[in-house]
């Protein structure tokens, strides 16, 4: 019994031995690629509150939701691009009477467009998002990462004096996709990038 553990040890102490020597010759660096983002659509949320407006003679619910939609189609954008939310509206917890609408555009133009039906009093706009296409994360993206992190790994080399040998280990550390994301009046979002990191041996 005590030779079987006396030779696990030694096998044990052997391979933490040849670990630290692969250790000791290799260069681990990351490579990374630009993943092409395509926008499905730009969505924001307006709440209609008049209880919560400043001016005198409030005007009912239905009477400014009116006058809201016919300025809608004042400036050449469709009623339908507009979808009530009773639900989220409830989230706000503005509990007298009003509604919040989520409006959805492709275009920049129809997004600016209707930012400016907001007043910041009666009319406010309570969240903007994109939502994005889905990712393909094809074999020139990956082959990129590789090839940047390739580059990477032949100037340490050079550097050390030692000559680049093979791929020991690739680790994709690509960040979930994500496809809806908040953003605050639509300021540009960090760019995304298919992440890898990847050991080389060094001779």
Same mark, same amino acid.
């Given at each position: ?48 509150? !008049?209880?919560?407006? @400043?001016?005198? $003679? ?7 939701? &009116?006058?809201?939609? *016919? #300025? ?61 296409? !889905?990712?393909?994360? @094809?074999?020139? $993206? ?7 992190? &390739?580059?990477?790994? *032949? #100037? ?48």
């Amino acid at each position: 019994m005590k030779k079987m553990i006396l030779a696990a040890i030694i096998l044990v102490s052997a391979l933490q031995g040849h670990a630290q020597e692969q250790q000791n010759h290799a260069i681990q660096v990351g490579g990374a690629a630009k993943i092409n983002r395509e926008v499905e659509a730009y969505l924001i949320d307006f709440a209609i509150a !008049p209880e919560y407006g @400043d001016t005198e $003679g409030k005007k009912s619910f239905e009477d400014v939701k &009116k006058d809201f939609f *016919a #300025k809608v189609k004042e400036v050449g954008l469709s009623e339908n691009q507009f979808k009530e939310d009773k639900l989220a509206y409830q989230a706000l917890q503005l509990f007298r009477e009003g509604g919040l609408y989520t409006f959805q555009t492709r275009s920049r133009d129809e997004l600016l467009t209707a930012a400016r039906l907001a007043n910041g009093n009666i009319i406010n706009i309570t969240a903007t998002r994109i939502k994005f296409k !889905p990712v393909v994360k @094809d074999e020139k $993206g990956y082959e990129t990462a590789f090839l940047d992190s &390739k580059e990477k790994a *032949a #100037k340490i080399a050079k550097a050390i004096n030692k000559k680049l040998g093979p791929v020991l280990a690739v680790t994709d550390l690509t960040q979930q996709e994500t496809t809806v994301a908040e953003t605050y009046y639509f300021k540009p979002l960090a760019e995304q990038y298919i992440y890898l990191s990847v050991s080389f041996a060094i001779e």
